[in-house]
C-alpha cells in the first residue's frame, strides 16, 4: 500500500499535466460547455476515450516499442485534415460571432447538435489527434515502464487523472457559460481555436517531412 500510493499519484500528476493545455479537445469541451449542449456527455465521452488510450498504452504499445512510422504517419494526415477542417469553421465563426442564447437570453440561438453528433466529435478530437496518442498512449505507457510490476497501478491514476480534469473543466465551462456569453468572448474564442488548430496542423504537417 505504501509503494501503490505514490505510484498512483504519480500517473494521476503526470496525466493532468499531459491534458490540462488547452489543445483541441480541452477547446471542443469548453465550447459544447459555453453552448449548454451536451456538456456532461462529451466529458465521458473524452474521459472514457482517453481511459482507453491510457490502457491501450499501459498494457499494450509500451511494452511493444510504440507506434509503427505507418501507424503514425495515418493518424497524423488523418490529424491534419480535422484539425484543418475544425480550424476553417472556427474561422468561419470569427468572421460572423454570435453569442448563444441561454435561459431565455435574446441572442442567438446555437444550431442544435444531436448526441450522436456530440460523440463522435468528442471521439474525434480525442482519437483523431496525434497528440491525444503520443501524450496518453506513448509518453504514459512508456513512463509506466519504469514502475515495473506497478504499471498497472500506475495507468489506474493516469486514468483518474484524466476523469479528475475533464470534470473540472466540465464544471468550469459550465459557470463560465452564464457569464461569459457575449459577441467579444465568442469571436476571441473562435479565433484562439482557429489559429490552435491550424498551427498544430502545420507543425504536424512539419514532423512528416
Not at 60 to 89: E, I, P, R, T
Not at 138 to 157: D, E, R
Not at 172 to 192: I, K, P
Request: aromatic letters at 10%; glycine letters at 10%; a positive charge.
Amino acid at each position: 500500500m505504501t509503494l501503490a500510493f505514490p505510484t498512483f499519484t504519480a500517473g494521476m500528476v503526470l496525466s493532468i499535466s499531459l491534458i490540462m493545455a488547452i489543445g483541441p479537445q480541452n477547446a471542443h469541451v469548453l465550447r459544447m460547455g459555453l453552448q449548454r449542449q451536451h456538456l456532461w456527455l462529451t466529458v465521458a465521452v473524452c474521459a472514457v476515450a482517453d481511459i482507453a488510450l491510457i490502457s491501450l498504452g499501459v498494457l499494450g504499445l509500451a511494452q511493444l516499442g510504440g507506434m509503427s512510422d505507418k501507424l503514425m504517419g495515418a493518424l497524423v494526415g488523418a490529424g491534419v485534415l480535422f484539425l484543418a477542417v475544425y480550424g476553417w469553421q472556427a474561422f468561419q465563426r470569427f468572421l460572423h460571432p454570435r453569442a448563444v442564447a441561454i435561459e431565455g437570453d435574446n441572442a442567438v440561438v446555437a444550431e442544435p447538435v444531436s448526441r450522436r453528433q456530440a460523440v463522435l466529435s468528442a471521439l474525434a478530437f480525442s482519437w483523431l489527434n496525434p497528440h491525444a496518442w503520443l501524450d496518453t498512449a506513448v509518453l504514459i505507457g512508456t513512463a509506466s515502464l519504469a514502475y515495473g510490476q506497478g504499471s498497472t497501478v500506475f495507468g489506474l491514476g493516469a486514468a483518474a487523472g484524466s476523469v479528475v480534469w475533464f470534470l473540472a473543466l466540465g464544471v468550469a465551462a459550465f459557470w463560465l457559460g452564464r457569464r461569459l456569453n457575449s459577441l467579444h468572448v465568442w469571436r476571441a474564442l473562435d479565433g484562439m481555436v482557429a489559429l490552435m488548430m491550424w498551427g498544430t496542423a502545420l507543425w504536424l504537417l512539419s514532423s512528416l517531412a
